[in-house]
C-alpha cells in the first residue's frame, strides 16, 4: 500500500492476523494506536519502503496531520521496522546493505536494511527521496512530494521478496 494505503496495510496486518502472505507499505509509517494493539499473532513478512526527506509522512516520525480529527502520533521508520522485527520474532539488529548507486542524478541512494528470520523484515531506506513511489511515475511536481528514487524499482523488489511467503501461504480461496 502506498501512503494511506500503506497506513491501511499496517492496520489490515494487525487486525486481520493470518490473511496476508506479506505486507509492503511505501510512503507510510506506523500509527502508534495501531502498534499498541499488536500482538505477536499479526506477525507478517513485511517490507517498509520509505523516504528520508518524505515531506507528507516525515521518516522520523512525530505527528502527522489526520484530516478533521487533528494529527495522529506515528513512529519513526527505524522504530517502526525494530517494532515489526521484534513481532515477527527476527533478529535484532539489521544486516545493512547500501545498494548500488545506478542513477547517480536522482539524488537518492537506497540502503537495505534486513532483520532476517522466519518472518523477515526488511527497510529500503531511500536516502534523499520523498514521497514517492521509487521507480515509479512522477504523479506530482517535486517541490510539493520530493524526489523519486530511481536506483531502485520498488514494485519489483516488493514482489521478488515476498515469493517465499507467497509459496508457504497459499490463497485462501472458498467454493462459493
Avoid at 494487525?14 to 505486507?23: C, D, Y
Avoid at 510512503?27 to 505477536?40: F, G, H, L
Wanted: hydrophobic fraction near 40%; proline fraction near 10%.
Amino acid at each position: 500500500g502506498a501512503s494511506n494505503g500503506g497506513f491501511m496495510s499496517y492496520l489490515l496486518a494487525v487486525e486481520l492476523p493470518g490473511t496476508f502472505a506479506a505486507v509492503a507499505p511505501v510512503m507510510a509509517t506506523m500509527p502508534k494506536a495501531i502498534a499498541d494493539q499488536a500482538n505477536e499473532t499479526a506477525a507478517v513478512p513485511i517490507m517498509i519502503v520509505h523516504g528520508t526527506e518524505d515531506p507528507v509522512v516525515p521518516y522520523d516520525g512525530w505527528e502527522i496531520e489526520a484530516g478533521p480529527n487533528g494529527t495522529r502520533e506515528v513512529l519513526p521508520i527505524p522504530e517502526t521496522a525494530q517494532f515489526w522485527a521484534r513481532l515477527n520474532g527476527a533478529a535484532e539488529s539489521p544486516e545493512t546493505i547500501e545498494l548500488a548507486d545506478t542513477v547517480t542524478d536522482d539524488g537518492t541512494r537506497v540502503i537495505r536494511d534486513e532483520y532476517p528470520g522466519a518472518k523477515p523484515v526488511v527497510e529500503l531506506r531511500i536516502v534523499g527521496g520523498g514521497h514517492t513511489w521509487p521507480g515509479g511515475k512522477r504523479l506530482w511536481p517535486e517541490f510539493i512530494v520530493g524526489r523519486i528514487s530511481r536506483d531502485v524499482n520498488a514494485t519489483e523488489m516488493i514482489f521478488s521478496d515476498s515469493q517465499p511467503a507467497l509459496k508457504s501461504h497459499p490463497p485462501n480461496r472458498s467454493k462459493n
